[in-house]
């Protein structure tokens, strides 16, 4: 059975309740369709009702049947960028879908940080007002999770002129924003974000039963069902005992999964629009599985290729392959946070949680990451500096979708040498010089030995695309660690002449059974200032 068809019979909703043509809240004014694509459409109506569509930049009247159930859908073809155009769907009733756009269409997915708003980024209030004359529109979603898929979702599309401080996604609109100043087409983006989730919300439960943590949760879920009904039993039966002393128990509410519980973002969120043309997609979520622990960090490597796969083949089965079945995802890798680095290797949850990261970026076809030590802040999990992500993430699309001479990449370790005292790294570097990024000793890269003790590299050595590291202290080395810690930011960062930084990396494969993970509070306080950190220029 087609997979998408098998989530909407799971959902609770009726269709045969629909009594007029209605359409999701993502086909509606202001909208953003992928040009030079065949794009589809759907909605509702009454069973084997007909279905006409029309749109201003096409002659011909497009039609279907609902099925017996009442959904209908079609696909419209659409030409080059263009603003100001027109859909019209009729059947019983007549809806006009105005001001719509045709350009390219992204999907931004996340947690908190992908949520953040434009108006917790630094100059967001400069930033937008350059946009305002930009054609770019973002849909915007309320996070919901629900226990089962829904078809539906709320939601509008907002234009650049109306972003304001507590709307709009700060990494989608600076991603935009780069996009269209290089390309001078409509950018659409649609936002689909949600605080605190793990990567397992955003799939479906279905793809995790191989999964330890998925399970453990489950169970944990069950137990707390259990002691709910148990609960609310107990309070019916004081309730009816006594219904004037145990009136606070006469409505006893439902028990309700929690946004974290497997599936349940990707059933609110991403099931309701699962079809809708997009070009690609990006990323921003990982904090919650690392905080989670060494464990879930390490099995981040193998969760997210479940979403990235599965995504691509459901959009493109949905779509009839219409869009791409390995279509591009660029995502973000996690920034410093905490206190900065002391120790040469600081076996902190976070560069294990990256270190996953880039290896699904070595190892998944069409990804990307963007590098993000040089961003963050050593108090707030919810940094201001998240202009640099956006470009970045910019970056990689408008290399590899939009054919523009852009090095999207920093310097990417490929093997090393060893050669007596020194290691000698090699790197792939696009032709890109590397640099640090200021004058002085590169103090960020570890050596040990057979006795796994890391120390500082004393002597650093930049020399085209390979790097010479050794430490006094360290006589026959056998491995090497760069940036290896929780928030590295202060150290002395290698990057390429574009201000395009490396990721951290190990050459060791040791194992790391402990890691140790800096606890307190994630929020700042009323009274703290976030203040952005120095790096180098991107000037691409």
Request: aromatic share 12%.
């Amino acid at each position: 059975m087609n997979k998408f068809k098998f989530l909407i019979l799971l959902t609770f909703l009726s269709l045969n309740s629909f009594a007029e043509i209605t359409l999701p809240s993502i086909f509606t004014d202001g909208m953003v369709i992928q040009q030079n694509s065949k794009n589809l459409i759907w909605g509702w109506a009454e069973p084997n009702e007909k279905v006409y569509v029309n749109t201003s930049w096409c002659g011909v009247q497009k039609s279907t049947i609902a099925d017996s159930e009442g959904n209908w859908e079609l696909f419209i073809g659409t030409p080059e960028h263009n603003t100001n155009q027109k859909i019209v769907v009729k059947g019983s009733n007549t809806i006009t879908i105005k001001d719509v756009s045709i350009g390219e269409v992204w999907l931004a997915v996340g947690q908190s940080n992908m949520h953040r708003n434009i108006g917790r980024s630094f100059n967001w209030e400069e930033e937008v007002d350059n946009a305002l004359d930009k054609d770019m529109k973002f849909f915007y979603a309320p996070s919901v999770s629900t226990e089962f898929p829904s078809i539906k979702q709320e939601g509008n599309w907002l234009s650049a002129t109306e972003v304001n401080e507590e709307y709009i996604s700060a990494i989608s609109f600076y991603f935009a924003d780069k996009i269209y100043d290089n390309i001078n087409v409509p950018i659409g983006i649609i936002v689909e974000a949600y605080g605190g989730t793990p990567v397992e919300a955003w799939m479906p439960l279905s793809l995790q039963m191989d999964s330890q943590s998925t399970m453990a949760y489950i169970a944990e879920d069950s137990r707390q069902r259990i002691k709910h009904e148990e609960l609310s039993e107990e309070r019916r039966l004081l309730y009816e005992s006594d219904p004037i002393k145990y009136k606070r128990f006469e409505i006893r509410p439902p028990f309700e999964a929690k946004a974290q519980y497997p599936g349940a973002t990707y059933n609110g969120m991403i099931n309701p629009i699962v079809g809708y043309g997009i070009k690609g997609m990006i990323y921003y979520q990982g904090e919650n599985n690392a905080v989670a622990g060494i464990d879930r960090a390490i099995e981040f490597s193998t969760q997210l290729p479940k979403l990235i796969n599965y995504y691509r083949e459901i959009w493109s089965e949905r779509t009839n392959n219409n869009v791409d079945s390995s279509f591009p995802f660029y995502f973000v890798q996690l920034p410093s946070w905490r206190k900065y680095q002391v120790l040469p290797v600081e076996n902190d949850v976070w560069p294990v949680a990256r270190e996953s990261m880039l290896k699904i970026a070595t190892n998944t076809v069409n990804t990307e990451l963007v590098v993000t030590i040089d961003t963050g802040d050593s108090v707030d999990i919810h940094p201001f500096n998240k202009k640099p992500i956006g470009i970045r993430l910019a970056y990689h699309a408008l290399k590899n979708e939009y054919s523009k001479a852009i090095v999207n990449q920093g310097p990417v370790y490929v093997d090393y040498l060893v050669n007596g005292t020194d290691v000698e790294l090699n790197f792939e570097t696009q032709g890109a010089n590397i640099v640090s990024a200021k004058e002085g000793d590169i103090n960020t890269f570890a050596v040990a030995g057979s006795d796994e003790v890391w120390y500082w590299a004393d002597n650093v050595v930049i020399n085209g695309n390979k790097i010479t590291v050794s430490s006094s202290q360290v006589s026959s080395p056998v491995a090497v660690r760069y940036a290896w810690a929780l928030n590295p930011s202060k150290r002395n960062l290698i990057y390429n002449e574009f201000g395009m930084p490396a990721s951290p990396f190990r050459t060791d494969d040791w194992t790391i059974s402990t890691t140790t993970y800096q606890k307190g509070s994630s929020k700042p306080s009323k009274d703290y200032i976030h203040i952005d950190w120095d790096r180098p220029e991107m000037p691409q």
